[in-house]
T-cell receptor, first 110, second 113 residues
Framework: SQQGEEDPQALSIQEGENATMNCSYKTSINNLQWYRQNSGRGLVHLIL?????REKHSGRLRVTLDTSKKSSSLLITASRAADTASYFC??????????FGKGTSLLVTP | KAGVTQTPRYLIKTRGQQVTLSCSPI?????VSWYQQTPGQGLQFLFEYFSETQRNKGNFPGRFSGRQFSNSRSEMNVSTLELGDSALYLCASSLGLGTYGYTFGSGTRLTVV
């Protein structure tokens, strides 16, 4: 069953703009991870944030985690057409297995 | 280094048949997990193996099974295929259980007719 839920379901922006996606989850977690998927292919791991961390950066990506609100956000700055993909958050709790949300579909137009 | 390799990439099977999918993890990764992805249900966890032992199992019927070999390679088997088993099956490997990111393969696209 899905633990995470991304918002919005779909997002369309122009190149150069920032894209923000949100993820809410229901139970306590060990960590939260974000993945990207292009056109039904394999997922690419973007970033992992642990439950005791509040913010993490990786290149143009910034992830925040608020465990009190059970929510996370992924910010992609200065978006490019190549960022067009589906983005998933996945939570890991004491059961170890990743629980994925249904994803946000991002379209970046030139 | 080589990524996660899944074979075959595409598969068409008939209802009632069985199928075996293979996954070779990244060298040194001892954790292998499997996911089913469909448009309706999204990404659903099937099972996870670590050092040849199944550590977790998702909410799938017993027709879905898997195993991991001593070289960390993994296989999953689906018996008595149903139309609803048509999906993209993804394998992922990791250094450990739950505390590292996962590297996914490109998946096996299974179509049941």
């Amino acid at each position: 069953s899905q633990q995470g839920e991304e918002d919005p379901q779909a997002l369309s922006i122009q190149e150069g703009e920032n894209a923000t996606m949100n993820c809410s989850y229901k139970t306590s977690i060990n960590n939260l991870q974000w993945y990207r998927q292009n056109s039904g292919r394999g997922l690419v791991h973007l970033i992992l944030i642990r439950s005791n961390e509040r913010e993490k950066h990786s290149g143009r990506l910034r992830v925040t985690l608020d465990t009190s609100k059970k929510s996370s956000s992924l910010l992609i700055t200065a978006s490019r057409a190549a960022d067009t993909a589906s983005y998933f958050c996945a939570t890991s709790n004491s059961g170890y297995a990743l629980n994925f949300g249904k994803g946000t579909s991002l379209l970046v137009t030139p | 280094k080589a990524g996660v390799t899944q074979t075959p990439r595409y598969l068409i099977k008939t209802r009632g048949q069985q199928v075996t999918l293979s996954c070779s993890p990244i060298s040194g990764h001892r954790s292998v997990s499997w996911y089913q992805q469909t448009p309706g249900q999204g990404l659903q966890f099937l099972f996870e193996y670590f050092s040849e032992t199944q550590r977790n199992k998702g909410n799938f019927p017993g027709r879905f099974s898997g195993r991991q070999f001593s070289n960390s390679r993994s296989e999953m088997n689906v018996s008595t295929l149903e139309l609803g088993d048509s999906a993209l099956y993804l394998c992922a490997s990791s250094l450990g259980l739950g505390t590292y990111g996962y590297t996914f393969g490109s998946g096996t696209r299974l179509t049941v007719v």
